[in-house]
Every structure is written in C-alpha cells, then in structure tokens.
C-alpha cells in the first residue's frame, strides 16, 4: 500500500503516527506528495486532491485521514480507536475536536498567506476564539485521556504540535496545566517523535 503525503501536513502526520504505532510502516510505503502540485497518481486515487491518500494493494484509493485512520486500525493489533459504548462515542469526539481545531488553524494559515488586502480578519478572530475555546473544552475533556495511548490522545498531540508549528503566538499552555502535561509526555512517544514537522 502507499500513503501520499507531504511531511508539514498534520493530517497526514495522524495517520503516519498511528501506522507507526501498529508496527505498519513496512506494509505502508509512504509516497511523498504537494498536492498543490497535483500529482496524477494522487488525483486519480482521490478526487479532491488532498493528502494523507492511501491507495491499497487492490488500487482502491482512501480519504480522508479519518477514513484511512479506522481503515489502518483493522489491519494490526492492538486495535487503538474505540468504537463500542461510552468509550467509542467520547474517542469520537475527541478526535473531531482534535480534526476541528486543525480544520480551523489550516485555514488560518491559509488566509494569512493570502495578500493582506484578501484577508478576512473576521474570519481569523473567529477561527482564533474557537481554537481558543476548544483548548479550553481539551483541558477539561483531559480528565479523561491524559493517560491514554489510544489514537484519539495521540491526534490531539499532533494538533497541539502544529499548534506550536504554525501558529506559535496561541499559547495553548496558558492556564491549561493538565493539557501541558499531557502533552509533554506522549510527545516523547517514538511515533510522535519520529514524525514531527520540520
Ligand atoms: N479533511 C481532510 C483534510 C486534508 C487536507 O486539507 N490536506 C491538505 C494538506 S494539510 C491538502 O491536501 N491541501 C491541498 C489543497 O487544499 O488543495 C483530511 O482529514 O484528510
């Protein structure tokens, strides 16, 4: 199989911590991709053109890193993403916060990029405060998985880390202890460390 990605995306980042974390990384051939670039071999295999994609032995293409992610936790024990009772639902949530906040600091990025006069700094106070507030909802919600190893802890340290990334200037740590904590800690995990952005 093979996953294209490009190393700075945090989405890809997810799926690659979880393959190492299952021991995949030799059934996983990983396809460096821009997908501003657009690479046939990455179009064809997903219609949006985005990475993480991962195209299977049968050619059958994967997206998005959600997808690829409950695909990727079938292959190998342990499994790491809970699907049954109150477990499954609170791992769920986690994970579309973790997605949720990625989802606003990617457009971030994006908008600030742009030349100033098509910026909407609108949008960048709003994506600001709900980053803001779901690091406060995480600190809360840390109760519960500050001593997990499951893949919805290991992607809200990947969203944390491109927190720290691409947008330095939100202090995420401020008044968040146990978020802090936790975050040191499973940073130090061989999958995170062997993936994080440079
Ligand atoms: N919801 C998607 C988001 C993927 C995504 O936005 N990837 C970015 C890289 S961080 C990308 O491929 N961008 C290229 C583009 O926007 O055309 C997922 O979870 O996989």
Redesign the pocket.
Known sequence: MKLFG?P?????R?VRVLIHEKGLGDRIAWEPAD??CDPPELIAANP?????TLVRDDGEGL????V?ANFVDTLAAPRLIPVEGEAGWAGARLRAVA?GV??VA?RTV?ETRRPDSEQSPTWIVRWRTAIERAADWLERDSVRFERSVEFPALSVAVTLGYLDFRRPEIDWRAGRPRLTRFYAAVAQRPSLAATAPA
């Open positions: 490009s700075a995306s945090p989405y890809v997810n997908p501003m949006l053109g985005l990475v993480p997206f998005d890193s959600a690829i997605d990625l989802d990617v994006q």
